[in-house]
């Protein structure tokens, strides 16, 4: 409930604060490493049933991709990296010369796997796809 009152800004203003600041439930502060304090030592033997239940909520898409390569690492297996295509189409040199690889490697857009995707077996992956053949969505 906390949670959805700050989305919806439903939380009491603290006196002597700037009216921006909140104040987080103590059950919710957890002061050890927090990756650990969540998935525990017991990492590569939860189901994925178990996994499932549990979320680390991050500002930005790089503190959760920071977070994702730290356990991601502390799980059992060979990694497997998959990366992004990353030709640039186009008929004017002008583009190849602004939009170079490097540049290109970096960008994390929304909802977008970054260019070096690293996988191992038991990672939970969320894929989206817009199912709507009716309207021409596959």
Known sequence: MWLLNIGS??????????????????QMVVEE????????ENLNDMEVEQ???LVILAPTNKTTLE????IIT?????????????????????????Y????????TPSGMPPHALMLKK???VML????????GLL
């Open 33 to 40: 490493n927090l990756i650990e304090a969540i998935y525990s």
């Open 122 to 124: 038991g990672v939970i």
């Open 74 to 98: 502390k799980l059992q297996d060979e990694p497997h990296t998959f990366y992004s295509s990353d030709p640039i189409i186009s008929e004017d040199q002008n583009d190849l010369q602004n």
């Open 67 to 70: 977070m994702n390569r730290s």
């Open 51 to 53: 996994l499932a239940k």
């Open 100 to 107: 170079p690889p490097e540049f290109l490697h970096n960008l």
């Open 9 to 26: 800004s439903n939380l009491p203003e603290i006196s002597g604060l700037p009216c921006d600041s909140i104040e987080i439930p103590q």
């Open 128 to 135: 989206l796809r817009n199912l709507n053949p009716k309207q």
